[in-house]
């Protein structure tokens, strides 16, 4: 095995993997809005159907439900479908196929039908998209039994996350920050490369306190802790990588040490997934806490408009505001 | 030859009548308190078992709703076996053993339209030779579901037989109130294809229409909509009271079409069927279903087994949730 690397964009990563994927499977079908003939609408598949041809890389009609729910009978045939929702806030049309029936499939057949299953879905704020193109719609997904749930923050981790979902034998949502698609380039192994899902990543050691995100939050993160060590605070970034399953061994273990954390997420606060990082937080290692456990979020409100936005979605100062705070408290 | 021969007739009969005789047998043990809610298939025999007995079971899938499991039987012993685990609440209830091409029941209306549309296209990219029948209902018909997929299986041309049991009611809603259109199989338009409206208490004609359609499909020319028009007999389901909303007359009118009494007075009057014979077949029917609850009720059921199944390998957080609930269950115990 060589152990060359290419510096490439998320988006590269991504396309190189379908590419790689769907030459070592022949059982992947492609399917989803524009992801054919155009490559999707960020060239996300550009080049499959010219490779792989019209049977296994499909333009679907509009129609979210059917591209979810055909992709059940496609599992169900002994295919391996890795299906497109075109932007994440249009799954809402598939919802009840996704939650009633994708992520059911196994536990209602006892195994019978094999779920295997990747929906990948752009989301994400910060670069000016109509009306729910934007929104972070993972707390809503962690809360439906059955679906795991990836959210890469680097090019690399989009190649071995994608990998890794495309072989599991159960249903992945693979969500893909808008920013990061052509805003994040980092060093991506040009051999097979595999991240198995529920490992969360250390990406910045610290001892003072942690960061803990998720997609593109955590190159925001990475930023303020980086700036902080000027100041002689100590801040560890932990990106989860995934947050179902979720690497409850990696925060118990750096919030011991570091005694405060952060959790950022760009969803709205009530009932975000941050929360259940706090919860966990409390279950695991409330009493090596020096402070409480603050939170950065979106804020309750529908995303807003292009003008709002980049009040809306956390940035740097609002990440290391609260990390003071935290800091300074306790 | 698309018309049932005798000896087929015979057979489906045969089925309508076991059909309709557990269905009797269910109902009273819903009434017991033995199992759980049940839709009756009163009404829906000649429909379901003429449809079932046009398809080759080796290749083709059927991808039920809820009230067709008893008209199965030809696709294997085991499909009422599975059904009586279902009825009770138990989980292997949704697991119909290889190699029967049988999808469990669907509760949510309308939403195996969409994986039939899948597995029919799947089935036709791995180059095998079968269909899917997917069964819906009048009501199911207004979902999303029946519409995306219908579309997406016009456009595809997969072997998919859309197959429409309208019993004129979904629940108390009659079809006036579900659809404008001047019947069911008239939407296949909208999508391309052929949609045909066959007499649902007729199952030489339904299963006419669904060799038809099995032949087009497998032909590569693509997907049918069946509309098979019965009336519904019995309740919705045993919480229902049919009597609030279903006119006496209309249902008298009904049940002097009574698909199963009809085929039967065909068959004897051209000496294919005898009351020995239904005799003989309502009294092995009915052992066969008591056998089948005995066997369902003496289906070991581990408590933790509520964690099965949910992913191949439990996440953490599942592994602990599992330890806790045996822990309560043996706190329970003791």
Not at chain 1, 87 to 94: D, N
Not at chain 1, 319 to 325: G, Y
Not at chain 2, 10 to 16: P, T
Not at chain 2, 203 to 231: D, H, M, W
């Amino acid at each position: 095995m060589s152990n060359k690397v290419s510096e490439l964009s998320m988006l590269e990563a991504i396309n190189e993997t379908l590419h790689s994927e769907m030459a070592r499977d022949e059982r992947i079908v492609v399917l989803g809005e524009d992801v054919g003939r155009n490559g999707g609408v960020f060239r996300a598949t550009e080049g499959l159907i010219e490779k792989f041809g019209e049977r296994r890389v499909v333009d679907t009609p509009i129609s979210e439900a059917a591209i979810a729910g055909s992709a059940v009978g496609l599992a169900m045939a002994g295919l391996v479908p890795v299906a497109e929702i075109q932007f994440l806030g249009f799954s809402y049309q598939a919802m009840h196929q996704i939650a009633g029936q994708i992520a059911r499939l196994r536990y209602r057949t006892q195994s019978r039908f094999e779920p295997q299953i990747t929906i990948r879905a752009p989301f994400g704020g910060g670069v000016r998209t109509p009306e729910l193109h934007s929104d972070s719609l993972e707390a809503q997904f962690a809360n439906i039994p059955g679906l795991k749930i990836v959210m890469p923050s680097t090019a690399a981790d989009a190649k071995g996350l994608l990998t890794s979902a495309i072989r599991d034998p159960d249903p992945v949502l693979f969500l893909e920050p808008l920013r990061g698609y052509r805003g994040i380039r980092d060093l991506v192994p040009d051999e097979e490369h595999v991240v198995p899902l529920g490992q969360a990543n250390l990406v910045k050691k610290g001892d003072d306190v942690v960061i803990i995100s998720w997609s593109y939050q955590v190159e925001l993160s990475k930023r303020v802790a980086e700036s902080l060590e000027g100041e002689g605070i100590s801040a560890a970034v932990l990106d989860l990588r995934s947050i179902v399953p979720l690497d409850i061994e990696a925060i118990t273990e750096i919030v011991s040490h570091c005694g405060r954390a952060v959790v950022v997420q760009e969803a709205p606060e009530t009932g975000g997934f941050a929360s259940e990082i706090i919860a966990t937080i409390n279950d695991e290692c409330f009493w090596s806490l020096e402070a409480p456990v603050a939170r950065v979020s979106g804020f309750d409100v529908p995303y807003p408009v292009g003008m709002l936005e980049n009040l809306y979605v956390p940035d740097e100062t609002r990440i290391r505001s609260a990390v003071l705070k935290t800091i300074e408290s306790g | 030859m698309p018309k049932p021969n005798d000896k087929q007739l015979q057979m489906i009969l045969e089925d309508m009548v076991i059909a309709r005789t557990q269905a009797g047998r269910l109902w009273n043990l819903q009434r017991q308190g033995q199992v759980g809610t049940i839709a009756p298939i009163d009404g829906h025999e000649a429909a379901i078992v003429g449809a079932v007995h046009a398809l080759e079971t080796e290749s083709d899938w059927v991808l039920p709703q809820y009230r067709e499991p008893l008209g199965l039987r030809r696709y294997g012993t085991e499909v009422l076996d599975t059904f009586m685990l279902y009825n009770l609440g138990h989980p292997a209830g949704g697991h119909i053993p290889e190699p029967i091409k049988v999808a469990p029941s669907q509760i949510s209306l309308g939403a195996s339209i969409p994986h039939a549309v899948g597995l029919a296209w799947g089935m036709s990219l791995k180059d095998e030779s079968g269909v899917v029948l997917v069964f819906f209902g009048d009501g199911a018909s207004s979902e999303g579901d029946f519409y995306e997929a219908g579309n997406l299986a016009g456009v595809l041309k997969a072997p998919v037989i859309l197959f429409c049991i309208n019993n004129q009611w979904a629940i108390s809603t009659p079809t006036h109130l579900q659809t404008a259109a001047d019947s069911f199989s008239s939407k296949a338009e909208a999508f391309g294809i052929p949609g045909v409206t066959v007499d649902g208490n007729d199952p030489a004609a339904v299963y006419e229409a669904v060799f038809n359609a099995r032949k087009r499909a497998t032909s590569g020319k693509g997907p049918t909509l069946i509309e098979a028009t019965v009336y519904r007999l019995g309740a919705h389901t045993t919480a229902d009271d049919p009597t609030r909303y279903v006119p006496s007359d209309d249902l008298s009118a009904a049940q002097e079409k009574d698909p199963v009494h009809t085929l039967i007075q065909e068959l004897k009057t051209r000496g294919l069927w005898s009351d020995t014979k239904q005799n003989e077949v309502e009294t092995a029917a009915l052992e066969r279903l008591d056998e089948a609850f005995e066997r369902a009720k003496n289906t070991p059921l581990e408590p933790n087994s509520m964690m099965d199944h949910c992913f191949v390998s439990e996440t953490p957080r599942q592994l602990r949730q599992r330890s806790s609930l045996m822990d309560s269950v043996g706190n329970a115990n003791e």
